[in-house]
């Protein structure tokens, strides 16, 4: 089979290069932004435990019977500090400190696979064209 080469060939080739290139860009910025609420109901719910956790902690900490009962005692007698802790430690068991991450986890390896073709992208997966190095 021969391959001739003309202008219009090469004007095809572009063209489907750059097609390509929105597609791949299109569909980058789709689930980044399909992640993101996601994202965020995650964080909300990180803060808010970890939060009413810390506050727990300081009224389980403040008690004056707290060091004077064992902690099974102590943790049944601050049932909301033993909830919070022990729904804040299956939080991190399942994974939530990736989800919470996890847009910026597929941008940072989706820039290290591009930038061996000169490209990069925003956080929010626009593709990003990086000049050509000059030759030398």
Same mark, same amino acid.
């Given at each position: 089979?021969?391959?001739?080469?003309?202008?219009?060939? &090469?004007?095809?080739?572009? /063209?489907?290069?750059?097609?390509?290139? &929105?597609?791949?860009?299109?569909?980058?910025?789709? !689930?980044? %932004?399909?992640? /993101?609420?996601?994202?965020?109901?995650?964080?909300? $719910?990180?803060?808010? !435990?970890?939060?009413c956790t810390a506050i727990?902690?300081?009224?389980?900490?403040?008690?004056?019977l707290t060091p004077v009962?064992?902690?099974? /005692?102590?943790?049944?007698?601050?049932?909301?500090?033993?909830?919070?802790?022990?729904? $804040?430690?299956?939080?991190?068991?399942? %994974?939530?400190?990736?989800?919470?991450?996890?847009?910026s986890i597929i941008t940072?390896?989706?820039?290290?696979?591009?930038?061996?073709?000169?490209?990069?992208?925003?956080?929010?997966?626009? $593709?990003?064209?990086?000049?050509?190095?000059?030759?030398?």
């Open positions: 089979m021969l391959i001739v080469c003309t202008k219009e060939n &090469k004007m095809s080739l572009e /063209q489907t290069a750059c097609d390509d290139l &929105k597609a791949f860009e299109r569909r980058l910025t789709e !689930v980044i %932004g399909c992640l /993101q609420p996601a994202t965020m109901r995650w964080r909300i $719910l990180l803060t808010v !435990v970890s939060v727990a902690a300081y009224h389980w900490l403040m008690d004056p009962v064992s902690l099974t /005692q102590s943790l049944w007698n601050h049932p909301f500090f033993a909830f919070t802790s022990t729904f $804040l430690v299956l939080l991190f068991m399942m %994974g939530v400190h990736r989800k919470v991450v996890a847009p940072a390896r989706t820039r290290s696979v591009l930038n061996d073709f000169n490209m990069s992208c925003d956080d929010t997966g626009k $593709l990003i064209l990086k000049p050509r190095p000059a030759n030398t």
